[in-house]
């Protein structure tokens, strides 16, 4: 198991060979075995099977290959929406306006996302996540009908790979941990070590290759907004951040 996390690689192209509902469905139920903080489960997810709607999603989240492509496609999201029915259906109500709410939700989601990649690649099978369905998530929750206190955090594929790539070089271990408090000056000496790992990298991998490192993507990425629609869709589904 612990090779298998560390094998890690996404997959954008897939061979034609669509997963079975009850292959997805296997995959789903190890996800929901994941931790759930309080055991609300605040997550759902929708099994894009329809062409046309698969279409339109890969469209909107602007990644037409890997969807197109994949033997399976599930978009994950976040779900108060099936508790504040199983609130009313007992005559009461629930305020899942508060921003620790929507913390719960988004780690919920995403650790189930997690088992059910886990599950998806001890089967063989290739995941990459879609983080490109917050692109136009009000354009997706229109598409998948999501109500009021359901929004979507991102896309997984799955499929019979159809490429390989190497795994990617992740921080040492000891840029991760810090032992009894945090320890920013460890960063002077490990930083440019890792850029370096990286770099050569990628200059040496077997596609896409460029002369770059970590630091240069991440300062890149992290200096303009991003998505900066995001706050209002959620306020409008109900997340209002209070």
Request: proline letters at 5%; aromatic letters at 8%; glycine letters at 4%.
């Amino acid at each position: 198991m612990i090779e298998l996390l560390k094998a890690h690689a996404s997959v954008r192209k897939y061979k034609t060979i669509p997963l079975s509902k009850d292959q997805v469905h296997e995959l789903i139920h190890a996800g929901q075995h994941a931790a759930s903080s309080h055991f609300v489960q605040a997550y759902s997810v929708i099994h894009v099977t329809d062409p046309a709607k698969r279409e339109k999603l890969a469209e909107l989240s602007k990644n037409p290959q890997q969807i197109l492509s994949a033997g399976a496609v599930l978009v994950f999201c976040t779900d108060y929406c099936r508790l504040e029915k199983a609130a009313n259906l007992s005559g009461r109500k629930i305020d899942f306006s508060y921003a620790e709410n929507m913390l719960v939700g988004s780690i919920d989601v995403a650790l189930f996302a997690q088992n059910v990649a886990i599950a998806a690649e001890s089967k063989g099978f290739g995941i990459c996540y879609i983080g490109g369905v917050r692109n136009a998530p009000q354009g997706i929750s229109d598409l998948l009908n999501l109500p009021k206190g359901v929004a979507p955090m991102f896309a997984m594929s799955i499929g019979v790979p159809d490429e390989t790539h190497e795994v990617k070089p992740r921080l040492p271990v000891e840029a991760i941990i810090h032992e009894n408090r945090y320890n920013a000056n460890k960063y002077d000496q490990l930083i440019p070590a890792y850029d370096k790992t990286m770099n050569e990298y990628y200059l040496n991998r077997d596609a896409n290759q460029k002369n770059t490192n970590w630091s240069d993507q991440m300062t890149d990425f992290l200096t303009s907004p991003r998505r900066t629609h995001m706050k209002a869709f959620l306020e409008q589904q109900g997340f209002e951040f209070n």
